[in-house]
């Protein structure tokens, strides 16, 4: 079994709601109008739970998700695409471009690489362990900080900018990346 615990997926706001919202920022940047992303994230959230039980090592936590973090999760995603639409309507700053990239590029490296890691350790261990939990959550926080280390890096081409997304990343996922490579492209 996937690590369980009383904090995450049981209030409303989680160490993954920044996951979430890392994909409204994925979304809006790609142009997936708000009710598709929205959608996305409900049939999801629907979801979650029965592979959470055909699939635990897949998740860091297989622990079902209350329905305050149900809910919280989708409005993050609401919330990041409608911020980041109207920043790229309005254009945005060479700061505002390096957070953008490094927010994008940790959510879809942060994704990939949980899932990767955690069927990695699913094949290895019989029967899947509190290992795998563990092996899924630092494949998300290293994807998280390698994408948000690249993104930011190709958007900016400076250094400083790229280490602290990356940092960003391990510490916080996606918004934590973005956040850190907004300040250090100033």
């Known amino acids: 079994m996937a690590k369980r615990n009383t904090r995450v997926n049981q209030s409303a706001v989680d160490e993954y709601t920044s996951a979430h919202a890392g994909f409204g920022v994925f979304f809006a940047y790609y142009k997936v109008p708000l009710w598709a992303a929205v959608l996305i994230s409900v049939f999801f959230e629907r979801f979650e739970d029965s592979l959470k039980d055909a699939y635990p090592a897949v998740f860091p936590y297989d622990s079902h998700d209350s329905f305050e973090n149900t809910i919280v999760d989708t409005l993050s995603l609401s919330i990041a695409h409608i911020?980041?639409?109207?920043?790229?309507?309005?254009?945005?700053?060479?700061?505002?471009?390096?957070?953008?990239?490094?927010?994008?590029d940790a959510t879809a490296i942060g994704f990939v690489g949980a899932v990767?890691?955690?069927?990695?350790?699913?094949?290895?261990?019989?029967?899947?362990?509190?290992?795998?939990?563990v092996w899924g959550d630092r494949g998300y926080r290293m994807g998280s900080a390698v994408g948000g280390a690249y993104g930011a890096r190709k958007a900016s081409k400076k250094n400083l900018p790229a280490i602290a997304a990356g940092g960003g990343g391990w510490l916080a996922g996606p918004m934590g990346a973005l956040l850190l490579a907004y300040l250090a492209d100033q």
Request: charged fraction near 20%.
């Open 83 to 104: 911020i980041t639409t109207n920043n790229m309507k309005a254009g945005l700053s060479r700061p505002g471009k390096t957070a953008l990239k490094a927010a994008v």
């Open 116 to 133: 990767t890691l955690g069927l990695a350790m699913a094949r290895t261990e019989q029967p899947i362990g509190k290992k795998t939990a």
